[in-house]
């Protein structure tokens, strides 16, 4: 049946050319915008996804510039630290040359000063965008922004790296131990430190042991401990050491090493801080053909001082008083102590003071080191990792631009095709005159 007020035909091709049309737009804005997801009527759960993972990749990019300063900041800090490292040998060199008696020794603690106001000086120019790890005004970690954690669940948390401040100030408060100046009271059969099965514990003054023991080459003497006090101020003496000298050679001579108790040390502290002091002398100040060593026995509270086959008497004595004020830093260490370094006076115990700053300023710089090797591998990774997601992104919403450009070519195709049809169908009711003429 014709009808010339339903074109059932028109219609058909109207609602095939309509659909061909929307197809064509959606492909042409692909084409246009890149994008097979533009907006969220494209896609609503691809588009709510990419959005997300989009933030994800701008906050990546915050972290990523944290990351660059941070480096750069904890850089400047660890080159100081070696920089610092190197001044310390420098002065620990001039310290080893004053263990010689026959030497200028103010003209060493004036080099010796200097390097002290160069360290300063480093210290002070360690500072990048205006933080410096290394000057002792705080002692709060810094943390650097180093990830975005999301969760199953949506939630998003900051990840963060702590740089632990070192301290390596010239002007941290310190104060120098004071020997005790009160004759002990102690019964013999309690004595506080012997030397072999002498009595050598107590004396008037703390200048010289009240006897002493002569090792001879080859030998050893024990030296005992007995309990521990604040105050207990302990001295060992040496005395017909080999000592090396400024100009290659040695000289017979005598050092004495001291300890003075805190609150908080036992018997093994005050044991093992003499034998560090000895044993640190040793290393820097003697000859190893000499064979001067030190070994301890926490468990049975006893030093022992050896010497080489070939060298000489040495005179091995003990000193103990009571009253005596240990020496104190600022918790969070510093390079202070450097102030109270005076060779004029106490080379030995500025021997012993130097190496445990040089072993304080390596500790810093080994720490900035770790901190480096973790904000670079974070730096590497978050880059690596933002590439990723946009990789992830990409492959959710970007035209396939090869075949847009073949569906376009047969959109376009259907369109023309559509159009004819449509021009057709519209032109079957004028075939109905035919039937009226």
Do not use: C, H
Request: aromatic share 4%.
């Amino acid at each position: 049946m014709s009808s010339i007020l339903t074109n059932n035909g028109a219609m058909v091709a109207l609602q095939t050319l309509k659909s061909i049309n929307k197809n064509l737009a959606m492909t042409q804005s692909e084409i246009s915008t890149g994008k097979s997801v533009a907006s969220a009527k494209d896609n609503s759960a691809v588009w709510a996804i990419s959005k997300v993972m989009e933030s994800d990749v701008k906050g990546f990019k915050a972290v990523s510039e944290s990351l660059a300063l941070g480096n750069s900041t904890v850089a400047v800090a660890a080159n100081a630290s070696e920089t610092i490292t190197d001044l310390l040998n420098d002065v620990k060199g001039r310290i080893v040359a004053a263990q010689e008696e026959n030497v200028d020794r103010d003209s060493i603690q004036q080099d010796i000063t200097a390097l002290t106001e160069q360290i300063g000086s480093v210290v002070a120019a360690a500072q990048f965008n205006g933080l410096n790890l290394i000057d002792g005004t705080s002692t709060d970690n810094v943390q650097i922004l180093s990830s975005l954690n999301r969760d199953s669940s949506g939630g998003v948390t900051a990840g963060q790296i702590d740089v632990v401040r070192q301290n390596l100030s010239t002007t941290t408060p310190v104060t120098a131990q004071a020997f005790g100046a009160g004759v002990s009271t102690q019964p013999l059969a309690n004595e506080a430190v012997q030397v072999g099965a002498a009595n050598t514990g107590f004396a008037a003054a703390a200048t010289d042991p009240v006897s002493s023991v002569t090792v001879t080459g080859g030998g050893s003497t024990t030296v005992s401990f007995g309990a521990v006090s604040a105050g207990n101020s302990y001295q060992l003496t040496l005395d017909g050491l080999s000592i090396n000298t400024a100009d290659g050679s040695s000289a017979v001579g005598r050092r004495d090493f001291q300890f003075v108790a805190s609150a908080e040390d036992g018997q093994a502290d005050v044991i093992n801080g003499l034998a560090n002091q000895l044993s640190a002398f040793f290393g820097a100040a003697t000859n190893s053909a000499d064979g001067y060593a030190v070994s301890v026995d926490i468990s049975a509270g006893t030093l022992t001082f050896t010497t080489g086959a070939t060298a000489g008497d040495v005179d091995v004595g003990a000193v103990f008083q009571n009253g005596g004020t240990p020496g104190s830093t600022a918790s969070s260490g510093g390079l202070g102590a450097l102030a109270n370094i005076d060779v004029t006076t106490d080379a030995t115990s500025a021997l012993t003071a130097i190496d445990a700053l040089i072993g304080q300023s390596i500790s810093a710089a080994a720490a900035f080191g770790t901190v480096q090797n973790r904000i670079e591998t974070q730096s590497e990774f978050v880059s690596n990792l933002t590439d990723s997601f946009k990789s992830g992104i990409g492959s959710l919403v970007d035209a396939n631009m090869e075949e847009v450009s073949a569906r376009l070519q047969a959109l376009q195709t259907q369109q023309q095709l559509g159009v004819q049809s449509l021009s057709i169908a519209n032109q079957a009711p004028q075939a109905i005159l035919s039937l009226f003429r």
